[in-house]
């Protein structure tokens, strides 16, 4: 039995989709997203076609005769690859690449140490099956185009529960009709902070309903609020709430130590788990080497002025927020205002 104790970790529990043969050894980072993209924002609607680009497009833009371009595979959200699976590079944007096309799962015999911590980070399942297996696998996925693989973690004997700590907001990734929740937060920063916030919790509510009987409680702050001066970001929920609610994610409160068995959660009970993954998030340490700390950070340590609101010149501070537009673009956002700030007072 497994337990995730985290504000926002989302449980893998069973998938299935059409699955694509990938037959390339040794499939470096640079093979599922070349270097030239690594720059492009992930909210760029062009990101899904940097996955494998060079292989599957010419110069020219045409499709090139490549598994992932063909049809159905085109539509596979499981992939089936061989050996040493992203090897090379650390590049998160490999990830990246996979989640924007919708894959959930890669099977492989083994894969670069990185990438694999990168996919659970992001979602993004790796399985290790021998090398035996997943040729066996390719070669019924060439013979039979459209076949699919269903991941079921629970059918085989996998429990999970999840463990939190405190009150939590929680958003749908998609609203009603699809639209992204980083849509709706790009929509909500530019509204009155206490408006922002009314709104934020009267669409949960309105989704999700009240979870308080499953041992999910919604804070007093406001989740805009909560952002900005705790920097907290909400569950973003793509089938947590379903599963809690269906009884199959059970929840506990926070852990109060661990025994040899388990864990004593702190309401006295213990519970024996095989696995406990901790998602505890980080703490910035600027204040450890940078000079004149307590004139830049505030009292959590993040510097009080972001970007370009910096003084000229510098230090200017990029990505230390969680915005509710999305920390990616706002880094985007960031790098350029600071570089145009840069360049007009070296032209003074």
Request: aromatic letters at 8%.
């Amino acid at each position: 039995m497994t337990l995730a104790r985290t504000d926002a970790l989302e449980p893998f529990t069973t998938f299935a989709s059409v699955a694509v043969p990938i037959d390339i050894p040794n499939c470096d980072t640079d093979q599922i997203i070349p270097a030239r993209f690594l720059r492009r924002a992930v909210d760029d609607p062009e990101y899904a076609k940097f996955l494998f680009h060079d292989l599957r497009f010419n110069a020219d833009g045409s499709e090139k005769d490549f598994v992932f371009n063909k049809e159905p595979y085109r539509h596979g959200r499981i992939f089936v690859a061989d050996v040493n699976w992203g090897c090379g590079s650390s590049r998160e944007n490999a990830v990246n690449a996979l989640d924007a096309n919708g894959v959930r799962c890669v099977i492989a015999p083994s894969f670069g140490d990185i990438h694999f911590s990168n996919c659970i980070k992001n979602g993004i399942l790796p399985v290790r099956l021998s090398s035996e297996a997943c040729e066996t696998l390719r070669r019924q996925l060439r013979d039979n185009p459209g076949a699919e693989i269903a991941v079921d973690l629970i059918e085989h004997g996998a429990e999970a529960a999840i463990c939190i700590r405190g009150p939590i907001h929680f958003v749908a990734r998609d609203l009603t009709g699809g639209v992204p929740a980083q849509i709706v937060g790009i929509a909500l920063s530019r509204l009155p902070v206490r408006l922002a916030d009314s709104l934020a919790v009267m669409t949960s509510k309105m989704m999700f309903g009240d979870l308080s009987s499953f041992g999910v409680r919604r804070p007093e702050m406001g989740p805009i609020t909560q952002i900005r001066t705790l920097g907290r970001v909400p569950l973003i929920d793509v089938g947590t709430i379903e599963l809690i609610r269906n009884g199959k994610l059970p929840v506990f409160p926070g852990i109060e130590r661990f025994y040899d068995a388990g864990v004593e959660l702190v309401d006295g009970r213990r519970e024996a788990f095989d696995a406990v993954v901790l998602a505890t998030g980080y703490q910035a340490t600027l204040d450890e080497f940078l000079d004149d700390a307590e004139s830049h950070l505030n009292e959590r340590g993040y510097p009080k002025l972001l970007a370009d609101e910096a003084d000229h010149p510098g230090p200017y501070f990029i990505g230390f927020g969680n915005p509710p537009t999305g920390l990616l673009r706002e880094i985007n956002h960031q790098a350029k205002a600071v570089a145009a700030k840069i360049a007009a007072a070296n032209q003074q």
